[in-house]
């Protein structure tokens, strides 16, 4: 049996992506096994011992640097609230643009503008915004907005995409049976994209809760878990930093696996109605 030889190009790309994935992992790595030192450890190696002393200390103890409970739940109400926003809106415009309206190109494009502006820039110019105009900025209000001002392009993306491929038939399928517009939406078009949309609120609630630069000037006098995070690094000098690191990561991750699952048990659920 004659076996394809394998390039010189092969080789290449395959140590680009070994030596991508060390640098995407190896930090998450290192902060996860470094926050089960022992009662003794450091921030460094090697390690001196192993326990779970340090995840104690986090979740039992008063910290005397930092409040965790308060930013973490100020992080997690703020990603509720940006992923619940995104997802209508991004919703609503989808539908929208399904049809060309006057301006929708210029709209489209103002959109989407602030992907490609620093986010350190957007964080400040809201800051003054709402200081010129007399108002406190908080994390419920000018961070929310500077967070959406990340998420909605995102969300816009994916619902373009899916209604470019959506296949009108089926409207016109459940209209011809007499249903309204409503009832098309609501048993025709909406199941469709449900994945869909769990997936822009995912990109939602995960791009918002991990957001640092957009949340930097806009927080007001109370911060989130990022910046919370990014003060204690000047302030804390045991692992108890990196069982934070490593809780916040776990949280992320399944929040990710839940929604995959969800998108999933839907998917299984509509070949079942399309098989029976």
Request: proline share 5%; charged share 10%.
């Amino acid at each position: 049996m004659n076996s394809e030889r394998r390039g010189p190009g092969f080789y290449v790309l395959t140590a680009f992506f070994v030596l991508f994935v060390l640098f995407l992992y190896g930090p998450l790595s290192t902060i996860f096994i470094l926050s089960f030192q022992g009662p003794n450890g450091g921030l460094t190696f090697p390690m001196n011992g192993t326990s779970m002393h340090w995840f104690n200390n986090l979740l039992f103890e008063k910290q005397q640097v930092g409040d965790f409970g308060g930013a973490f739940s100020r992080s997690l109400i703020l990603g509720l609230m940006t992923m619940a926003a995104t997802v209508v809106v991004s919703l609503l415009a989808g539908l929208a643009f399904r049809r060309r309206f006057l301006g929708s190109g210029p709209l489209f494009y103002l959109a989407i503008a602030s992907l490609i502006v620093p986010s350190i820039l957007i964080s400040l110019g809201i800051g003054l915004a709402f200081q010129v105009l007399g108002f406190e900025p908080y994390w419920y209000s000018s961070a929310f907005g500077a967070h959406l001002t990340w998420t909605l392009p995102f969300g816009l993306l994916i619902m373009f995409a899916v209604f470019n491929r959506f296949n009108p038939a089926y409207e016109e399928a459940a209209r011809d049976l007499g249903a309204s517009s409503w009832q098309t939406f609501a048993h025709v078009v909406l199941p469709i994209i449900l994945p869909s949309l769990i997936g822009v609120g995912l990109f939602g609630f995960t791009l918002s809760y991990d957001e640092f630069a957009r949340t930097l000037m806009t927080s007001g006098s109370f911060n989130t878990l990022p910046l919370e995070i990014y003060g204690m690094t000047t302030n804390v000098t045991t692992p108890v930093l990196y069982a934070l690191g490593t809780l916040t990561t776990v949280f992320s991750l399944a929040i990710i696996l839940v929604a995959l699952l969800t998108i999933v048990v839907l998917r299984l659920r509509r070949a079942r109605r399309l098989a029976g």
